[in-house]
């Protein structure tokens, strides 16, 4: 009889600054941010092509939104996947901030380090 495989697993990298998904110890995808004051701010969502179509990145943005709101930030979904899914998610609305010129010019200078 074969083994179910182990669910997806979501960590957090601080160091990195991105949350990234195991699929059986492989990562599959990752979402990266920048924090600014209380503001976590998401400007890139991957999933690698050989775990397309499984929902990883549904699970990662939740799992990494669910962590913002455990240490009392904010969202700034910089990042078009993580816009699409706060407009299917209003349950993180109460959280989210809007992407307003001058945080994609913050933004431009942090990702230049």
């Known amino acids: 009889m074969t083994q179910p495989a182990a669910p997806p697993t979501v960590e957090h ?16 995808g990752f979402t990266a941010y920048r924090d600014r004051d209380d503001r976590r701010v998401f400007f890139h969502t991957e999933i690698d092509d050989a775990y397309a179509g499984q929902g990883l990145a549904s699970i990662l943005v939740r799992e990494a939104l669910d962590d913002v709101r455990r240490t009392g930030r904010r969202i700034v979904p910089v990042c078009p996947y993580v816009a699409k899914f706060l407009k299917k998610h209003e349950e ?12 994609l010019e913050w933004l431009e200078g942090q990702l230049k380090h």
Request: aromatic share 8%; proline share 7%; no cysteine.
């Open 92 to 103: 993180y609305a109460d959280i989210t901030d809007p992407v307003t010129p001058e945080v």
């Open 13 to 28: 990298l601080d160091a990195r600054h991105r949350y990234a998904i195991q699929v059986g110890g492989a990562t599959a």
